[in-house]
Every structure is written in structure tokens, then in C-alpha cells.
């Protein structure tokens, strides 16, 4: 594992298919890393009622109105998110990155989660390899929120992990 740091959490976002989740394995081979998304309780409720684990545009649709319905009636992904990164802050993980597509709920999640301290950025992950629509607001307007950083998520993958890496030691050390 990577030398000890503060704890650090990162709010990561990106189109899909840019390569998020890819980034976060880079990572937690060298840090003690927890990556979770505010989707997850959406995905398990989506899975319990017929849905297949499908990333088609339409099946993108469905899961990012679904969640906007759980935020709207009790806020269930920020909730989940703030427990989330309460454990970590008590674990002796040293990255954690958390996954949140709206702006909006950027802006929450940031807001609720702030009175338990810590350390909170947030990354745009970019690619020009993916597509520039998917029909729904969560991948369409990631755009949307002034990050603190971005990454360009372009090189050939042999090559993606040390330049990841790199970047987060930078921001580690800021």
C-alpha cells in the first residue's frame, strides 16, 4: 500500500464510460481505498424489481429518474453517501472516492457531509472516446459543477495507471 496520508475523499463524476471505475482500481492499488456511488442503494432497489444490470441508454434513463425519485421523497443516495464517509473517517482507509452525477447532489452531499470534517475534493474525469449524449440529465449534464480538478482520461490504458496515480499524488499533497 501507498505511504500514509490524511484521509482524503474525492467526489468523482464523468459521462459514463470514461473510465471512473477503472481510476478507482488504479487507486486502491496504492492506497486503502473505498469506492462507492450514490446509485448503489438504487441499483440494489432497481435489481429487486427486474432490472438486469444493463447500461443502455434507456437503462440509464430509468436509473438516474429512480434515483431523482428517492431524492426527492428521502434523499436516500445522499444519506447513504454521508453514512458512507462517516465509516470511512472512523476507518483506517486512506482514499475514499465517492460517485455523484448531479450537480445538485454534489452541492448536497458536500453540504451534509462537511460537520463531520475531513477532507472533501471533487474530480471531472474526462474522455473524448465516449459518447456526448445518453438521453438522461446524470450522464448529460456532468458538465454542470465548477470541480476542483479534472482528469483527461485518454492515454492508452498501459499507461493510464501511473499518470492516475501521479495525479492523486498531487492532490494528496495540497
Known amino acids: 500500500m501507498g505511504k500514509t496520508v490524511n484521509k482524503l475523499a474525492i467526489v468523482i463524476n464523468g459521462r459514463g464510460g470514461v473510465g471512473k471505475d477503472t481510476l478507482c482500481e488504479f487507486a486502491a492499488k496504492h492506497y486503502r481505498t473505498i469506492n462507492i456511488s450514490t446509485i448503489d442503494p438504487i441499483k440494489k432497489i432497481a435489481s429487486e424489481n427486474g432490472w438486469n444490470g444493463e447500461k443502455t441508454p434507456r437503462a440509464r434513463r430509468f436509473l438516474s429518474e429512480l434515483k431523482q425519485v428517492f431524492s426527492d421523497y428521502n434523499d436516500l443516495p445522499t ?42 475534493v471533487t474530480l471531472l474525469v474526462r474522455s473524448r472516446r465516449v459518447r456526448k449524449s445518453y438521453g438522461n440529465s446524470s450522464d448529460d449534464e456532468v458538465e454542470n459543477y465548477r470541480y476542483d480538478y479534472s482528469f483527461q482520461n485518454d492515454r492508452p490504458l498501459r499507461d493510464t495507471e501511473e499518470a492516475f496515480v501521479s495525479f492523486l499524488k498531487e492532490i494528496i499533497g495540497k
Open 79 to 120: 444519506v447513504y453517501a454521508v453514512n458512507a464517509y462517516k465509516s470511512f473517517l472512523e476507518s483506517d482507509n486512506e482514499l475514499m472516492f465517492i460517485h455523484i452525477r448531479e450537480a445538485g447532489q454534489i452541492k448536497h452531499f458536500l453540504k451534509r457531509a462537511s460537520p463531520y470534517g475531513g477532507r472533501i
